[in-house]
């Protein structure tokens, strides 16, 4: 694992604490976006009803106007051309937005009995092909309402007719009004006003029947119709609401809403492109942008600058630590890392002299404990040097002895005057008459004294060497000499018995308990054919391997019985015992 630092720790510690905002800015503006695209698809919704309620009363209105004015048509008129002029001045005065009121004929024969009601324009050649293009429309309605744009003259007109159902003299007739294209422009106009929506309009054919493209933007408008899209469309407001976008490549692709507009079969479209919506979400972002880059650069520089106060006060810090590891000295802090630093840094410096200052009075007092113990493990290691050197010159008392008693005796007493420093120090087997020298005497394990071991310390304590090493040198001495008492006794009676076994003629042996030959004199070695040292492990194998008792025919030693027996050679029959 690598270390870091204290400035990587701190780095990443204000990056990550500058990092999550930013990340939780970035995430609140994901979410802005997208309720900014549903906000968007709801206002477009709500155009688009809006446009449609609107729609629908203007020509919910033409078509009353037709209504009225056919109610009010009488079929009883003398002159029914004059009257209906008169009656048409006054009712076209009243809707201003008409721009004439016409009787279009759909029965054969009748193409040129179209009577212009309001002669307020002068026809030219292409109302002449209007009224026919009417005429064709009207003949073959199955409704008793309906509509058509008409767009070969100057400006499209947009013509709608009610049938006159039960007048004699005008049977066969559609009453019929039209508009210009400024008319449903001002309705949508009015609603739109500058918002970036397209406007179209389709009849059941999946014609355009009118369409307004954007205004103010640059955008060019490409026109939605045909069959596929009029089924496409009655498809989608089967859903509620109905949005979607069109299947083009994002610079051409617009968000279509669309309803259905009664009465009459057409159906309203308004749509926009999804590059106003990306303008409107870039001028979002670039505001959302500017916010993030303030608040990086703010926290760069708030944490550069807060982040060298703080790794200054840490390096401080450190070196307040190292020149107490050097020098084993306390540096005090000045006032700039008093005024700059965090106060928990201030408080740990605190701490550390409080701790180097307790660490420098236990040095203190360790030391003179060590000087203390130092005294006492050298006066032991002395005292246990001479209880050492003291042993090995017992040691010369207790081991066998190559010298005789006195020498040894006088070998050791003179290492224990070397050992202990003792002036004078000797053993005598005669107690000294007016002497004035101190002595302990030397007794033999059955009480009798065995002499005096004369001493004298100087300066020395006489009851402690009394008490202690000398004691024991006594002790020594005596055991030493019980020894060499006992060892002399055991010499002569081993001598005269080992002379009086070899004087016998007679074969003696000693076995011992394991059967091993302890011991077997002259003539019995001779006997067996034994060499003067030779060893006998099992006795009762070499005694089986040589003779046999005669009279019980048992093999071996007889152990249990302890009458004698007659043991015969087995290698020679005159040899018996």
Wanted: aromatic share 10%.
């Amino acid at each position: 694992m690598i270390q870091k630092d204290f400035r990587g720790y701190l780095t990443r510690a204000i990056t990550w604490t500058a990092l999550m905002p930013l990340f939780m800015l970035a995430f609140m503006h994901l979410n802005q976006i997208q309720r900014e695209n549903e906000e968007n698809d709801v206002r477009q919704i709500a155009v688009m009803e809006q446009l449609g309620r609107q729609l629908s009363n203007e020509i919910e209105t033409i078509r009353s106007f037709l209504d009225s004015s056919l109610d009010s048509l009488s079929i009883h008129l003398q002159n029914p051309k004059s009257y209906f002029k008169e009656w048409a001045q006054t009712r076209v005065t009243r809707q201003t937005s008409f721009n004439s009121l016409f009787l279009i004929p759909t029965q054969e024969g009748f193409s040129d009995k179209t009577i212009n009601l309001h002669e307020s324009e002068n026809l030219g050649p292409g109302d002449e092909r209007l009224f026919h293009l009417l005429s064709q429309k009207f003949r073959h309605a199955a409704s008793n309402f309906e509509f058509y744009k008409y767009t070969e003259g100057t400006q499209p007109q947009y013509c709608f007719g009610s049938p006159v159902k039960e007048e004699r003299l005008l049977k066969g007739y559609w009453l019929t009004t039209c508009v210009s294209e400024k008319y449903f422009s001002e309705v949508f106009e009015h609603i739109i006003g500058l918002e970036p929506f397209s406007i179209q309009l389709l009849d059941s054919s999946g014609q355009s029947f009118f369409q307004k493209p954007i205004k103010r933007e640059n955008f060019s408008f490409s026109p939605l119709g045909g069959k596929d899209f009029y089924e496409e469309v009655h498809e989608k407001i089967k859903n509620s609401p109905a949005v979607w976008r069109t299947d083009k490549k994002r610079n051409e692709a617009q968000v279509i809403t669309a309803m259905k507009v009664s009465p009459g079969d057409l159906l309203l479209a308004v749509g926009q492109p999804l590059a106003i919506r990306d303008r409107q979400l870039l001028s979002s972002l670039t505001t959302s942008g500017i916010f993030l880059l303030v608040a990086i650069l703010a926290a760069f520089v708030v944490g550069t600058v807060l982040g060298r106060q703080l790794n200054e006060a840490v390096h401080k810090l450190i070196e307040q630590f190292s020149a107490f590891e050097k020098t084993g000295k306390i540096s005090k802090m000045d006032d700039v890392f008093k005024e700059t630093a965090p106060l928990e840094l201030q408080l740990l410096s605190t701490k550390f002299e409080e701790m180097a200052a307790t660490v420098l009075m236990s040095q203190k007092r360790l030391e003179s404990v060590n000087e203390a113990l130092s005294e006492q493990v050298e006066k032991r290691t002395a005292s246990l040097n001479q209880r050492k050197e003291e042993l090995k010159s017992l040691q010369l008392l207790l081991a066998p002895l190559e010298d005789s008693v006195d020498v040894v005796i006088a070998k050791t007493i003179n290492r224990f005057k070397d050992i202990f420093t003792i002036p004078t120090l000797f053993f005598s087997k005669e107690m000294l008459g007016n002497s004035v020298f101190q002595y302990i005497s030397v007794k033999a394990n059955d009480g009798s004294r065995l002499g005096y071991l004369y001493f004298d310390c100087g300066d020395g304590n006489p009851s402690s060497f009394a008490s202690g090493p000398l004691l024991r040198l006594a002790h020594s001495i005596a055991i030493v000499m019980d020894n060499q008492e006992m060892y002399s006794s055991l010499k002569t009676s081993a001598s005269r018995f080992t002379a009086l076994m070899e004087s016998m003629t007679e074969g003696v042996i000693l076995v011992g308990k394991r059967g091993s030959l302890l011991y077997g004199n002259k003539a019995a070695r001779g006997l067996l054919g034994l060499m003067p040292k030779q060893e006998v492990p099992n006795f009762e194998e070499l005694f089986s391997s040589l003779f046999r008792s005669s009279e019980l025919g048992e093999e071996g030693f007889d152990k249990q019985e302890e009458r004698p027996r007659r043991y015969s050679s087995t290698t020679d029959s005159d040899f018996f015992y």
